[in-house]
């Protein structure tokens, strides 16, 4: 049960560059979303995909796009590299990592090990 | 989103209870309270969560005031591993709830030897 699994862990890319960040959740979670994290700040909300099949805008979601392939998948990409683009990038689904059932009221997220972005 | 607020930092020493605070004074009724905790360099995870009443669980206790105004998340006992940012979060469980959590600046929390 390998979870949240992001890739890459690291890119490098120059202004302008495309590149896509994939995601993949083997738990059967329904609701995906995606989060970036500057240094020294809290996480922003990118995009979310509440059910296969929709996607919806979060906090800052200029200068991406995603597809949320199936249940199983959600990428995200940055169409034309930016400076201002350099983040981590977390990836997320929504339900317990674990077989115990959750609490009523739990909006539990289990979150990927990031990917390092960098833009020069 | 209803806001919250939390000291930017915290000290506390190993082995010693930790008390975090939060404020949510515009927290609505369908708010769920949420403790996320993020370690260095991984993803935030999952602590505890309540609505009204306090809540136990193997990491820790969530204690929620009776006006919902404020809530403390307590550590009974701090370890180095409990070094970490925390994060307390609303999470509207309202119609249309789509699991989507929007996370502040959080408390960062330094545990001594």
């Known amino acids: 049960n390998a979870g949240v699994t992001q890739t890459p862990k690291f890119q490098v890319l120059k202004t302008g560059q495309s590149m896509t960040l994939q995601c993949a959740q083997d738990?059967?979670?329904?609701?995906m979303y995606w989060y970036r994290q500057d240094p020294g700040m809290g996480l922003r909300l990118i995009y979310y995909?509440?059910?296969?099949?929709?996607?919806d805008k979060g906090e800052v979601p200029n200068g991406y796009n995603v597809s949320r392939l199936n249940k199983r998948e959600f990428s995200l990409r940055l169409e034309s590299a930016a400076p201002s683009q350099t983040s981590v990038y977390f990836c997320?689904?929504?339900?317990?990592?674990?077989?115990?059932?959750?609490?009523?009221?739990?909006?539990?997220?289990?979150f990927g090990a990031g990917s390092r972005l960098t833009v020069l | 989103d209803a806001k919250t607020t939390q000291p930017n930092s915290m000290e506390s020493n190993e082995e010693e209870p930790v008390h975090l605070p939060c404020n949510h004074s515009t927290i609505s009724g369908t708010d769920y309270i949420h403790w996320y905790r993020q370690l260095p360099s991984q993803g935030p995870e999952y602590v505890i969560h309540g609505l009204t009443s306090n809540v136990n669980n193997r990491m820790a206790s969530l204690a929620i005031a009776e006006d919902r105004k404020s809530s403390t998340l307590i550590l009974h006992r701090a370890t180095l591993r409990d070094a970490a940012v925390y994060y307390c979060?609303?999470?509207?469980?309202?119609?249309?709830?789509?699991?989507?959590?929007?996370f502040g600046q959080g408390t960062t929390l330094q545990v001594k030897p």
């Open positions: 995909s509440a059910s296969e099949g929709t996607t």
């Open positions: 738990m059967n979670h329904n609701s």
């Open positions: 979060i609303l999470s509207d469980h309202g119609s249309g709830n789509t699991g989507k959590l929007i």
């Open positions: 997320a689904s929504r339900g317990g990592s674990g077989y115990r059932p959750l609490r009523i009221g739990a909006n539990v997220l289990t």
